[in-house]
């Protein structure tokens, strides 16, 4: 039995003992030639599936990870599921597409219409004037950031483009 050191003076204050026990082998050898050997050394334990990135994953359990898991009574849903209106004509898409032009903004539009501001941006979409005038604005703010908030919106960018990304 050996005394574990804890410190400047492990042996004159032992506080823990370490036993015995025996050596883990390093693998078991398979083969030997003249100049080299091939060892097998398994895992410590088997590869669980919910570790494995999806992309290595076997076809059989990528196709039991697309079950749903619970099949039972769901309970109903926080917030109301709205259904779908298709009640614009073409004359109303045309004077969407007027008002648009004419510098109204997205959420009056669409609060006109009682359609979504989606919708809206789908179906009139800005200028490449105006768009090219927005970028602009916001070029000339980010040209007055200082480099600590540059930095940061640097990695906040990067973090974003990674979201989708598999390890």
Do not use: C
Not at 63 to 83: A, C, E
């Amino acid at each position: 039995m050996r005394w574990a050191s804890s410190g400047p003076h492990s042996t004159k204050h032992p506080r823990h003992r370490i036993l015995k026990s025996k050596s883990i082998p390093e693998g078991i050898l398979l083969q030997t030639e003249l100049n080299s050997s091939l060892f097998y050394n398994p895992p410590a334990s088997p590869p669980d599936y919910k570790i494995t990135p999806y992309s290595l994953l076997p076809d059989t359990v990528k196709k039991l990870s697309k079950k749903p898991v619970f099949q039972g009574m769901l309970p109903p849903s926080l917030s109301p599921i709205k259904q779908k209106k298709y009640h614009l004509t073409d004359e109303d898409i045309n004077k969407i597409r007027m008002l648009r032009e004419n510098g109204m903004s997205r959420s009056n539009i669409a609060k006109k219409f009682n359609a979504s501001r989606f919708f809206v941006g789908m179906v009139a979409p800005l200028s490449k004037e105006k768009v090219d005038e927005i970028k602009r604005k916001h070029q000339e703010i980010k040209e007055r950031w200082n480099d600590r908030k540059k930095e940061v919106m640097m990695n906040r960018m990067k973090r974003r483009r990674l979201w989708g990304k598999e390890y």
